[in-house]
């Protein structure tokens, strides 16, 4: 959720001007994370502390890999790892699966009042061909691995993953439908989704997750839904359908990908989705506590949203704010696969466009008009402005982060004219803030040999 939560603790404030690098952050705004061993060799980081409140005490935790080993590591606000954390400030991770030769991925973290954290993400399993599918581990604020979540601290959720070789040997381009396929694919007990980014603790203690599913080797998506689990990694049965909820568009017969979700003041459940394919919309669907469909919204609880191209466009994040309102990140293609703006659309809480964002019309970040813009998750600071990062591909390119006001124009005292061009790094794939509204951001270090993940901040 967005709301806001006072800052406890301080930051050494820094002269440098918004958009710009952090110095008093690792070296020169730069922390790259090694192995605890003695390779040293560096870690890929995927994922980072979403929203720092003083909750976790504004201390970052990052989730970072391997070859073999993923790690949580647990940073203090200038970068240093916190060696009070863990061992010597890392906690290693269990990898599932044996057989599967993956690394458990996490992308966010819910902290829970009895001072443990649920890191949420995903995993790929091996039934025998690979899926992609959610899983979550629990540890404590010490960095100690809580057994007693799921199977010995790691759970791993299954939902629409087929039974058998035969089941997932189709075509989901043709033949029966997908959704017929789909539900006769369900394993309520096992649970399960992948491409598993979004995580949330609701106000009566359970945990909201949002995950699909997706076939590796071929790489289709099969499912996406909304998942409620208990704090000891067991599925909620009394949501959706044995505590699943598969996100449908009732005007389009595909099911959407959806990766984005967010819980407004209400305990409404906001849902953005993608479908693929030249010239379909994306969608934002609103769900009740309880995941039935909530009609007071848009069209039968959805509302879509076309590229004024009359090209694709695809869903890259949403928020829902605390008057109701709710912001949405959108890329539209220019031209076929080619090129895209990212786009920012403010809803008001009936699904209607927000007449006094941007005249009610989407708010275009014009990067990079010839090239392949790839935006990543949106954060908001205390100010109400709007953070998109994201980059351009191919990845040799820079990446980006823009900045915009609360009424849909770009915040031209951020970087240049609202964007921040950062030449170092590409692309940009998680930015949170710290501090209220310096932005942490994950990227890649162009300048290293060879080139490397690394967790930057800039000033905001």
């Not at 929203?51 to 993923?70: F, H, M, P, W």
């Not at 949501?239 to 389009?252: K, R, T």
């Not at 803030?433 to 060879?450: G, K, M, T, W």
Request: net charge negative; hydrophobic share 35%.
């Amino acid at each position: 959720m967005s709301t806001k939560k006072p800052d406890t603790t301080s930051q050494p404030a820094s002269t440098q001007a918004a958009g710009s690098l952090d110095p008093t952050f690792g070296i020169n705004g730069v922390v790259t994370l090694k192995a605890p061993d003695i390779t040293q060799t560096s870690l890929y980081i995927q994922g980072i502390t979403s929203n720092l409140t003083s909750e976790a005490d504004q201390r970052i935790y990052a989730c970072a890999g391997g070859a073999s080993k993923v790690f949580i590591i647990r940073l203090l606000q200038d970068g240093e790892i916190d060696t009070t954390f863990g061992n010597a400030g890392y906690l290693t991770l269990p990898t599932g699966d044996p057989a599967s030769n993956y690394g458990l991925t996490i992308h966010r973290y819910i902290f829970l009042g009895s001072g443990k954290i649920i890191g949420w993400g995903e995993i790929i399993t091996v039934p025998f061909e690979k899926f992609m599918v959610p899983a979550a581990v629990c540890f404590t604020v010490d960095g100690i691995l809580d057994t007693s979540f799921g199977d010995q601290g790691l759970a791993i959720f299954k939902p629409f993953v087929p039974k058998t070789p035969s089941e997932s040997n189709f075509n989901p381009s043709a033949g029966r439908s997908i959704r017929a396929r789909l539900l006769n694919l369900i394993e309520a007990e096992d649970g399960g989704t992948a491409g598993s980014t979004t995580a949330i603790r609701q106000a009566d203690g359970k945990l909201l997750l949002l995950g699909s599913t997706n076939h590796v080797s071929t790489y289709y998506h099969i499912a996406s839904y909304l998942m409620r689990i208990n704090i000891d990694g067991s599925l909620d049965t009394g949501f959706g359908q044995e505590g699943v909820l598969l996100i449908e568009d009732p005007e389009n017969s595909t099911l959407p990908h959806c990766q984005h979700f967010d819980i407004d003041r209400r305990g409404g459940i906001v849902v953005t989705g993608t479908h693929y394919g030249l010239r379909s919309p994306v969608l934002i669907a609103r769900y009740d506590a309880q995941g039935d469909v909530d009609r007071s919204f848009g069209k039968n609880g959805v509302v879509h949203i076309n590229s004024p191209y009359d090209n694709a466009c695809h869903a890259r994040g949403v928020m829902a704010l605390d008057d109701g309102k709710i912001v949405m990140i959108a890329a539209f293609f220019l031209a076929e696969v080619i090129s895209q703006h990212a786009a920012v659309i403010k809803l008001l809480p009936n699904g209607d466009r927000d007449p006094t964002f941007n005249n009610g019309e989407p708010a275009l970040i014009d990067l990079a008009p010839e090239g392949y813009l790839v935006t990543s998750n949106t954060t908001m600071d205390d100010g109400n402005r709007i953070v998109v990062g994201g980059g351009i591909f191919p990845g040799s390119e820079p990446g980006f982060i823009s900045r915009v006001l609360p009424n849909g124009e770009l915040d031209t005292g951020f970087g240049v004219n609202g964007t921040a061009v950062l030449e170092q790094f590409y692309p940009v794939t998680r930015t949170a803030i710290q501090n209220r509204v310096n932005i942490l951001a994950v990227a890649n270090d162009r300048n290293a040999e060879p080139q490397q993940s690394c967790l930057i901040r800039v000033v905001g």
